[in-house]
């Protein structure tokens, strides 16, 4: 393979990539979950900046803070009870973490019993 074919083969994998994620971004902001609805009006109230549906290299997070460099992650315990999940939120976490952000696991089910962490947002 030539020069110039290597460098179009990486920039059709560059744009390749790029359209998967904001394919996952758009389908993942159509499908918001009431506990994170409920949280993102919480922010709102409290006039904390946020990017909801934020995008990162092994995945999407719900909501990055980032005066805060804070991940909040909203988890139901149907889905993130299933080993899959299990395995790819703790790979997830670990890289967050290794890569200096802070991490925020919310249960979705106090969030819906409106148990919103409001000691955290002083």
Do not use: M, T
């Not at 990539?17 to 609805?37: D, F, V």
């Amino acid at each position: 393979i030539s020069i110039k074919n290597k460098n179009y083969a990486k920039q059709h994998i560059k744009e390749y990539i790029q359209q998967g994620i904001n394919s996952i971004k758009k389908q993942s902001q159509n499908k918001i979950s009431k506990a994170e609805l409920i949280l993102k009006n919480f922010l709102n109230k409290k006039k904390i900046n946020y990017i909801h549906q934020w995008v990162y290299p092994l995945g999407i997070a719900d909501f990055y803070l980032p005066k805060q460099n804070l991940v909040i992650q909203c988890y139901g315990s149907y889905w993130h009870s299933k080993l899959n999940y299990i395995k790819r939120d703790k790979k997830q976490n670990k890289w967050l973490k290794e890569n200096n952000y802070n991490v925020l696991i919310l249960s979705s089910e106090k969030i819906l019993k409106g148990e919103l962490p409001n000691d955290y947002f002083r």
